[in-house]
């Protein structure tokens, strides 16, 4: 392969003397159809045509390759360093689509548009992948301009040979990178920015006048000259404007103007939407981003913005994918104007929900998911967009009003639209707006789809989290209940803290907190977990000591990633006493009536799933009044702080007096929760045991005979009787008789227990010494049993079994008192 000879050569030049290679280079994009679809101020220079007259034509009828020149006969493929000129059958295949690899060479092309017949170009061609339309970027110099006479330094060589250079090391290819996105102005920054990624990974382009001297090829777009006639067309204006005559050295060049006002416009337009790309976005709040949108382009680039999103965009919840229809309905999120305040209001209310029909340009956008320009909204079109509007008239808002129609789509997806309008008097929305307005559309909709998808992901997580977590009434059997949840951090809304209450036999109530350590889903199924066994073990009435063992027993065998802390505390609001046992939590407080607070002391014990220790139980004796608080160490903990220092500031807060349990637990949580740094997630229980007094508590021994059960109907009746709960005698005695015949035939030996516990409901217990549990069975007609059971279904408020040590428990429950 002849390179070329040499003459005089200077030493040899590295890549680092980017100087030598400036050179002006014209610039054409060309589409999958073989179309022009973007022609640079450099390729109107070098081939004569107007950007107006190539935009749309075919590249092979604006670039007609003439033939081979002198010794032509081979294209320089990717990889080579250097090429020969026989490269016009070469370019010719490019341009038609039939080369997939990047080559370059010289080439002799028709000129028609210009003063001479033809034109010798140097050319690069880069076949382009990707989503865009455009196929191929063809970059291009002025041969004749690199000849012994020329520029880039080229005298002391005889030819000039175009290639590649497989590194981008060279001091051009960051100014390529930076620049080259401002002469598309045609298309979207991130379409420019593709292809120029495309570019330095194909090779950059060089230019090689020996077999050692390779010169990276550093693009002279005259940014330098611009900026210089600017500046002096500047001057000459304010000459000008002073009545002074206008030297000739601040004359404008003929033909620059246009140039100047075209590259003023790109700038401005790049500086613009780099302005508005660090103005939103500034959060992950979807409705705080959805007004940094709509005032980020009110009024520099639209007067007035209304934005509209996808009904399911706005509740923070998935959609199903696929162009919107007719019925889609779409959420006025926000109006920025500049008008008078409150004319806007009135008429295109922020929140309004509605749909939009075939016929109209919003329609039209998020159906095809492109930009919709109308330059003015003539009567006709004003009345069409009124009509959707019922007893409102829109027309004296929108009427010879210049429009444009953004969609805001990510991932393919239309989120949502925004429809920009311009005062009558202001210039019409043109075909660079559009570009300007889709490309600020793009952006925004990916910013508004960040938030959207935290928003959902959000609310999946507190969905999730609400699941988890029980709903617990306000009053139980000699106790009142208050509980709150506090999600962790922006990274943390799902955790493992927890808490519970179960009822149990005797009027007694299970109280539970717990937490799982570490955040996320793991943690909360593993918490949902750990809380349902806690249900299920609490249910056959386990002593707290033995539950813990056993739920440490669970956690084990479920795996030994986790380990959790429990609390766990049985209320009996007739002995007024607490029972607990810790594993592993931070101690409750126990409040007394007198205000009085304390952390209860207790045995720490082993978190859950470590295995091997034995838990203990304590007896605390309780008056009625005092308040029993549990809560998880995501509350009293901070990050840098001794855990001390919260537990005595919730000491300190839980004995504040309140006039509620909810204000109770509000003035906890505002006592610990503004000192900064909590991060994990909160579980806090309070209750405020009442007791039962011995009053409102009957109880009788049974023996086994038949007949006793006449005797516990008629002990019921006179009982309630004697409590004021006439009302409740029938339906409690036909139980209480159902449950005590039960009871006397599957009695071992032992005395049958029968108790009523007067309280917000009426509570009847029957207990017997046999371990199995009855079950609700669907009698026939001819049966002698099953139907007892039955009765208390339908008679009782709410019934139920539990096993307890010597045996079992059946309780149903009557209202008290009348709503």
């Known amino acids: 392969m002849d390179r070329g000879t040499e003459r005089d050569a200077p030493p040899s030049r590295g890549a680092g003397d980017g100087a030598a290679g400036r050179i002006p280079l014209a610039v054409v994009a060309v589409d999958r159809d073989g179309l022009v679809s973007h022609w640079s101020t450099g390729a109107r220079r070098l081939f004569g045509a107007a950007k107006e007259e190539a935009i749309g034509r075919s590249v092979l009828d604006l670039l007609p390759v003439m033939g081979a020149l002198p010794d032509d006969d081979e294209i320089t493929p990717y990889g080579a360093y250097a090429g020969y000129d026989d490269v016009g059958p070469g370019l010719e295949s490019s341009l038609d689509g ?26 690069w061609a880069y076949p382009l ?7 191929l970027l063809v970059l291009a110099a002025d ?28 001091p051009g290819a960051d100014e390529l990178a930076r620049r080259l996105p401002e002469i598309l102005p045609s298309m979207s920054v991130q379409e420019s920015a593709r292809i120029v990624a495309q570019v330095l990974e194909l090779g950059y382009p060089v230019l090689e006048f020996s077999q050692n001297n390779r010169v990276p090829v550093t693009p002279d777009w005259g940014v330098a000259r611009r900026t210089e006639r600017l500046a002096r067309r500047a001057r000459a204006d304010r ?12 004359a404008d060049e003929d033909g620059e103007d246009g140039e100047d006002l075209e590259y003023a416009a790109v700038r401005e337009r790049l500086e613009f939407l780099n302005e508005v790309s660090g103005r939103i976005g500034t959060s992950l709040d979807l409705s705080r981003t959805v007004l940094e949108v709509s005032r980020a382009v009110v009024p520099r680039f639209t007067d007035v913005a209304g934005t509209y999103l996808r009904e399911q965009v706005v509740a923070g919840e998935g959609f199903p994918e696929g162009v919107p229809d007719t019925t889609t309905m779409w959420h006025r999120v926000a109006v920025e104007h500049t008008d008078e305040p409150g004319r806007w209001d009135d008429v295109v209310p922020v929140g309004e929900a509605m749909p939009f029909p075939a016929h109209t340009p919003f329609f039209q956008c998020m159906t095809t998911g492109e930009p919709v320009l109308v330059p003015r909204i003539s009567e006709e079109l004003g009345h069409a967009i009124a009509s959707q509007f019922e007893k409102r008239d829109i027309r004296p808002l929108i009427n010879n009003r210049s429009m444009l129609v953004v969609p805001l789509k990510a991932r393919n997806v239309v989120l949502g639209f925004m429809v920009l309008l311009r005062h009558p008097e202001r210039a019409e929305f043109n075909d660079m707006d559009r570009v300007t307005g889709a490309e600020l559309a793009a952006r925004a909709g990916l910013v508004l789809d960040n938030a959207r998808m935290y928003t959902y992901q959000e609310s999946v997580a507190e969905t999730l989290q609400d699941s988890m977590l029980p709903h617990i009434p306000p009053r139980m059997a000699g106790c009142d209940i208050a509980t709150r949840y506090l999600p962790g951090t922006l990274l943390g809304r799902v955790g493992g803290d927890w808490f519970d209450c179960v009822k149990l036999p005797g009027a007694r109530t299970a109280l539970v907190v717990g937490d799982v350590m570490g955040h996320g889903l793991n943690s ?13 073990m609490a249910a056959l009435d386990l002593p707290p000591a033995q539950l813990l063992r056993n739920l440490d027993d669970l956690a084990q065998r479920l795996g030994d990633s986790y380990l959790a802390t429990c609390l766990y505390a049985v209320y009996d609001p007739i002995e007024g006493e607490l029972l607990i046992a810790n594993a592993g939590h931070i101690p409750p407080v126990l409040v007394r009536a007198d205000g009085r607070s304390e952390l209860l002391d207790l045995p720490t014990g082993a978190p859950i799933g470590v295995g091997g220790v034995p838990f203990e139980a304590v007896r605390v004796r309780v008056a009625s009044g005092d308040r029993l608080v549990m809560c998880t160490d995501g509350l009293v903990e901070v990050r840098g702080e001794d855990i001390g220092v919260g537990l005595a500031t919730l000491c300190e807060s839980a004995a504040h007096p309140a006039a ?37 508590v009957a109880e009788w021994r ?32 036909l139980m209480v008789g159902e449950l005590v015949t039960n009871a006397v035939r599957h009695s071992h030996g032992r005395p049958v227990q029968l108790r009523l516990v007067r309280g917000a409901t009426l509570l009847c217990e029957v207990d017997d010494d046999d371990h199995t549990l009855p079950t609700l069975l669907n009698a026939g007609p001819d049966d002698e049993a099953g139907r007892g059971l039955r009765v208390v279904s339908t008679l009782a408020r709410e019934w139920g079994t539990s096993r307890t040590t010597a045996g079992k428990t059946v309780w149903f429950e009557l209202t008290s008192r009348r709503g």
């Open 129 to 135: 992948v990707g989503p865009g339309s455009e196929r």
């Open 524 to 536: 909360a199924a593993m918490m949902g977990q750990l809380r349902t066994a806690v249900q299920t």
């Open 239 to 250: 000459a000008a404007a002073q009545g002074l005559p206008v030297p000739a050295e601040l």
């Open 702 to 733: 049974l023996g086994l005979a038949p007949a006793e059960v006449g005797r516990a109907r008629a002990a019921v009746r006179e009982q309630l009787h004697a409590w004021g709960l006439a009302r409740l005698a029938d339906s409690a005695e």
């Open 143 to 170: 041969a004749d301009r690199l000849g012994p006479d020329g520029g880039a330094g080229a005298a002391a060589f005889e030819r000039i040979a175009p290639g590649f250079a497989l590194h981008t090391d060279f």
């Open 660 to 696: 509620s349990m909810d204000d109770a637990c509000d003035t906890i949580i505002r006592a610990l929760n503004t000192r900064g740094g909590r991060k994990d997630d909160v579980a806090l229980l309070m209750a405020r045991l009442s007791g039962i007094a011995p009053e409102d």
């Open 98 to 123: 039939r080369l997939t690899y990047p080559a370059a060479g010289r080439a002799r092309l028709s000129a028609p548009e210009r003063d001479r017949d033809r034109v010798d170009v140097l050319w």
